[in-house]
């Protein structure tokens, strides 16, 4: 599924574009938005079989309770930077009370698979898996979350390289971190 394909299927869901999105290169396949919601709503996102959806909470206010993958449902306020991370092909959902803005990362699985198959220490790229850290705060991921925040305000010549290389960061991170193979 292509970046313009993602962006249209939530936008369709939401009812709404997002405020600010961005693209990395065809190389990569990564792209960035940051939605924003002002009002109670019921959110529904399809999951897409090959992306995984990383959503990092910008402000604490509202309060979102969240469900995805059969997993039991998150619920309350959250603090500025909280994450989620929704598998490729899980469909979640989302309750949110009052305003509420999310950096949403879209990262699909086969970058993920490249990373890991880099390192040629691990075996079957395919058998990793993220694990959730559903409303944890990742000094990392924030600083990353910051930094695409900005490169999405400001648009700026080189901003799909620089998307790319916060990708590759992220990615790396979350393997590191936050994936089956973390040690």
């Known amino acids: 599924m292509s970046t313009s394909d993602i962006h249209a299927n939530i936008a369709r869901g939401w009812n709404r574009a997002p405020s600010g999105s961005l693209s ?12 924003d919601y002002d009002k109670n709503e019921l959110l529904e996102v399809h999951g897409t079989p090959d992306c995984h959806l990383i959503s ?4 604490p206010n509202g309060t ?6 059969g997993r039991p449902t998150l619920r309350g306020p959250f603090p500025a930077y ?14 949110i009370q009052g305003p509420i803005k999310i950096l949403q990362f879209y990262i699909p699985a086969s970058f993920l698979h490249y990373l890991i198959e880099a390192e040629t220490r691990i075996g ?4 990793v ?10 000094a990392l991921i924030t600083r990353i979350s910051y930094e695409t925040a900005n490169e999405i305000r400001l648009a ?15 990615g790396i991170h979350l393997l590191r971190a936050h994936s089956s193979i973390a040690g």
């Open 124 to 127: 079957d790229s395919k058998a």
């Open 156 to 170: 700026q010549p080189f901003s799909r390289l620089k998307i790319d290389a916060l990708a590759q960061e992220l």
């Open 24 to 35: 990395g290169t065809a190389a990569t396949g990564v792209s960035v938005a940051i939605w």
């Open 56 to 59: 990092v909470q910008l402000q």
């Open 64 to 69: 979102i309770e969240i469900a995805s993958g």
């Open 129 to 138: 898996e993220l694990i959730d850290m559903r409303g944890v705060q990742d």
């Open 82 to 95: 909280a994450c989620d991370i929704t598998q490729a092909g899980e469909t979640s959902w989302a309750r």
